[in-house]
Structure formats: C-alpha cells, structure tokens
C-alpha cells in the first residue's frame, strides 16, 4: 500500500495533536457532520491576550467526486480560503485528483497590501507504489518581500511496509526574478498494524535568516488494543541545542471513554485530554496544559455533533 508524503508517521502526529483542544486560553469547538456530505465546523478561541477570535470551515461533497471547502475567520492571518476538487476523473486519469483554491488574509501592518494568492495542485496515487503531489501557488498581491510563485512536490515510494518520501519548495521572486530553494526533505517509514517508526529531515529557509534544519525519529506502538504510546524527538541543527524530546499515549478505556496524555520535556508541558460520548450523536473533550516551570495554565472544550 502506498502512502501520501505528509501522512507518513501519521499514527504517531495523531497521538501528540489528535484531541488537545488548545489554541489559546481557552477553546470552544463544535463540528456538525450530515449524513448528505456537508460538515461544519466552528471555533471559538479565547487568546492569552484575553481577545476572541473564531473560524467557520465548511466541507460540502457532491457527486463525481467533487468537494467543495471553505474558511472564514476574524483573525488577520487566516482571512478567507476556499477550493475545489475533483477526484473522480476516470479513465487513464484513475487515481489523479485536481484542486483549485483561493486564499485571502491580512498582515499585521495595516498599511501592507492583502494577501490574496490563487493555486492549483495536482495529485495522483498508485494503491500500492508510488504517490506525488504538486502545487503551484501565485500571488496576486502581497507585500513585496512575500510575493512569489510558488511551486511544491512531494512524491513516495512504497515497498512492502517500507516507505521513502520527499519533499521540495521554490519560489519566483516577482520583485527580481530570482529563484529559490525554500524547503527541502526526506523522510523515511516503517509501519504495520502494530509499530511504526519515522525518521525525517526537513531543512527550510526562514525570516531574518532564521533557517531550519530539523533532524528528527519518532515511534508509536500499540502496546494492548486498549493503549497506544509514542515518542519523538527532534533537533534543529542550526541552533546546536539540546534534542527535544516528547512522549504521549492513548487509552481507549471502552468505545465512549478515551484518556490522553503527552509530556514535552523540552519546553516543561505537561497535556491531559478526556474524551467521553456522551450519546449517539454528541462527544465532548476536555483538555489542559499544564507548564511544570513557567507559563500560563490552558484549557480547552471541544462539542462534536454527528448527525450520520
């Protein structure tokens, strides 16, 4: 079987990000799921600065294989997005799908132009080889120093339950002309129904020459059908720093009760979630995030409702 780039090592980002509604201060989630294709979702932050911000998202499949999907939100940096896709192209185009979309967002200087970008992305995936993504993005506006073309490949290759990725970015500097190389990354799977273990790189360019170049492993095991655990850690080897390291698990007590926990050593964290359904269409999270050094305490709520 083969497996998209970003979700290799998928079962152990699950674990850490999986159930932990915590954004800001505070969090209000609720999701309705109908049974004709159409989900909402919609999310209330409270901010450590104490302000509120929310963003609606919306999924809408129709026939063929067409999704449609949209965001909005009160928050400069996310703004508007939208997209199309169609993945039932048939044929010799078996297993390729096409996306379109549109984004539109503000900076935090009033006085810099809007970001608006339009995209189009193609994908394709062989069941049991070989997967490859590419997106090209164009700036309609933006401020000068972000306004670039944008193109990004992603390809994998599967063997058994082995599987090699990479990934690479660059961009077309509208301003002078000039190409570069932004982000570039391997990584490398193994998984079964039981253990999996990921070693990646990903060296990516930033502001102010704040580079990246994260070297990292991580494993999940499923150590009984009601537990799950799992590991990671990662250094940026630019900073020379001391490797960050974080360990998380999941015990699904019966099919209502879900307990989570996770421990960032590096940055003191200590996250606890409990995940109960409460009835055939509703399921409520409560999660914290408990800092053993210095911080603030968050929590966070989370109202799912499925109406399927």
């Keep these: 079987m083969s497996y ?16 932990y509604p915590l954004k800001g201060a505070g969090e209000l989630e609720v999701s309705l799921k109908a049974p004709n294709g159409v989900n909402f979702k919609t999310t209330v932050t409270k901010t450590t600065k104490g302000s509120l ?15 449609v999907k949209g965001s909005i939100s009160n928050e400069a940096k996310e ?20 996306t379109g979309s549109f984004a ?25 080889i ?12 933006a401020p000068e120093k972000d306004k670039a073309s944008v193109f990004n490949s992603n390809a994998s290759f599967s063997y058994d339950k082995f599987t090699v990725g990479g990934t690479v970015e660059t961009r077309l500097f509208q301003e002078d002309q000039t190409i570069d190389v932004t982000k570039y990354g391997v ?16 060296n990516e360019k930033g502001d102010d020459d704040e580079d990246k170049a994260i070297l990292g492993l991580s494993c999940w095991h ?17 900073k020379h720093e001391s490797p960050k390291i974080s360990v998380g698990a999941v015990y699904q007590a019966d099919k209502y009760t879900t307990f989570r926990g996770k421990v960032d050593v590096a ?6 979630s409990y995940q109960q359904k409460v009835s055939d269409v509703a399921t409520i999270t409560l999660a914290t995030e408990i800092p053993t050094k210095e911080g603030e305490t968050k929590f966070g709520v989370g109202l799912a409702f499925s109406s399927e």
């Design 267 to 272: 940055d003191a964290k200590t996250s606890l």
């Design 104 to 128: 539109s967002s503000r900076s935090d200087d009033a006085e810099a132009p809007p970001k608006r970008s339009i995209g189009l992305q193609l994908e394709y995936k062989h069941e049991k």
């Design 187 to 202: 990584t490398v799977d193994y998984s079964n129904d039981y253990f999996s273990a990921t070693g990646y790189s990903l």
């Design 222 to 238: 499923k150590a009984t059908d009601l537990l799950e655990v799992g590991a990671d850690v990662f250094t940026d080897t630019n």
């Design 53 to 67: 911000s929310a963003k609606l998202e919306d999924t809408i499949k129709l026939q063929n294989g067409v999704e």
């Design 130 to 141: 070989f997967t490859l993504s590419s997106l090209f993005k164009y700036h309609l506006s």
């Design 79 to 98: 703004g508007v997005t939208g997209q199309v896709s169609w993945a039932d192209l048939g044929g010799r185009a078996k297993g390729v799908k096409l």
């Design 4 to 19: 998209w780039y970003l979700d290799l090592g998928k079962k152990n980002k699950d674990l850490f990000k999986k159930g």
